[in-house]
């Protein structure tokens, strides 16, 4: 089985597009959206939600003030700065326990926190993995192992060969989450100079987890000096550029019709699209 | 003033939003310009700060000594992020995991843990043009960016307008960044993508009780929705920028908004006018 993350490291290149497209044009895989805190693959495939689970995640620290005698010690040592006239902030509290464990007067407990949900779901295209991380919340690397796990386990049981995820942006914990133990990163970037400064990011992001990179070019006709020198720079990494994706409102359309562009439309920047899965689903690395 | 500016989704003109607000300020107003997405900083691409410091960003891990450790468990059992873990004959420490909270090296009953700083980030102090400057970097690797942006606020300035960048998402990088914030930017764009991460950002605004209107960025690329919600939620739409090839090959060079067509200086300036009314008023509202 081959487990294909997508990245990008900036935000807005693309990466939910050509997942979505992915989506209509694989066969015998299971869909994840590791991007649980602000999903959207959901909106191109439609999904109807066959099971729902809750994520508990963290714990939090919550003082009883029957029992507190306002010593101090727990806003002393926390070091998130959570506790303060001796009511803990929730959103700071990082769930450490450590005021729960040197109260002098037991006051302190650890609850558990109803952190979000993630779904196993029907699509048109088969099935995917989601999830909906609560708002302010922490811990979206957790959530993220937890749907590729789950991914994983479908993908074993129905013996299929692909499993394929949105990831996030950034470089962070769910970014890193979402790409450990993969066997296939696809980084999908724009010839900005933004665009080549997270490339950088996140392809070194990726050869710290050793996992293969390949390169997508999206909106590539925006500057074409821009992008030779991401052609340049790939070509110094030893790191292949897969496809050139031109720029046409056709996707944002295709996005309004809540369909994957590969579907809604048959013009340049599909071709270019299924051209890019014939090469990742070729591709059996490890 | 602190203005932070998000958008749930990525890539949808924070930075272009950032930048230009604070190139347009820069002569009426003092500026300081803090870049808190950590992850993938960007604002120092277009504004080409001089950086004249730094300073790394360490979290405090523990370092057990051996010769007083007992194996007698404690740390292991109070760590809530499974960073030790304690063996018959030695102490397995798993740095990387490890939040840096202290606990086991407090209730060591033998004292026998210190802690030792682990660099993860770095924040860089510079300016350019006028403007104050201040970024944080996660290192390649690392998983906590809260602890880099934590730094980064802690030492941006707390005169004059502060803009603050912040990362897309709405998880504890975003959250950290925009607490303590006196107004909050969403820069949007109105595509269903943009529409349902839009909604995503104001329920974290709300839950953090900041102060926030909309950037409506590429107007016209998609559809009405984005428009018709802020209408119906009455969130106000502060400024608009069209969809529009030149901006994207400017965007694209790193050149920023105001300084490629400077006809654009006296809308931002009328936008920051906007926000700084409804700051004025809100907070006279409190008062009364």
Redesign the interface.
Known sequence: MNEVVVL??????GK?SIVGSFAVLAKNKVLVDCDV??A?LH?LLQPAIREKHEFWSG?VAVIDGEKCTQCGLCQE?C??KAIEDFRVDA?LC?????CS??CPSEAITMKENLAGQWYISDTKYGLLVHAR?G????N??KLVAIVRQQARKMAEKLGFDYIISDG??????????SLSGANLALLVT??????I??LE?VL??CR??NVPALVCINKYD??EN?TREIEHYCLSQKVEVAAHIPFD?VV??A??H?LPVVEYSRNGVSHQIEALWELVSKLRVR | MIISIA??????GK?LVATSLALSLKDRERVQLVDC?V??P?DH?FLKPVIKRSETVSIMVPRVNEDKCTFCGKCAD?C??NAIAVLPTNVLVFPHLC?????CS??CPEKAISELGREIGVVEYGHSNGIAFVQGR?N??????TPVIRKVKETAHHDGIVIVDI?????????ESI?DSDFCLLVTEP???GL??LI?AV??AK??EVHFGVVINRAG???VKVEEYCLREGIPVLLTIPLD?EI??L????ITLVEGMPQWQEPFLAFFDRVQKIIHERSSSLKR
């Open positions: 990008s490291g900036k935000g807005g290149t939910t805190d602000a959207d909106l714990q040592l070091r998130f959103v990082e769930g450490c326990g450590f464990h040197v991380l708002i302010a919340q922490e979206s690397g996030p942006p950034g470089i962070g914990c769910p970014v890193i989450s724009e010839p900005t100079l933004s665009g400064h997270d990011r070194n992001v710290h987890f925006i500057n821009n409102n944002t359309e996005m309004v809540g | 958008s749930g989704k990525g890539g949808t930075t997405d992850e993938e960007n691409i109070v809530a992020y939040h840096g909270c202290g606990a407090y209730l996660l390649i690797g690392e998983t906590m960016p990362s897309p998402g709405t998880s504890c990088p975003v959250v607490r595509t269903p993508f349902n991460d995503l329920e974290t839950e953090l690329v998609g559809d090839i994207a090959r965007n694209s060079r790193g």
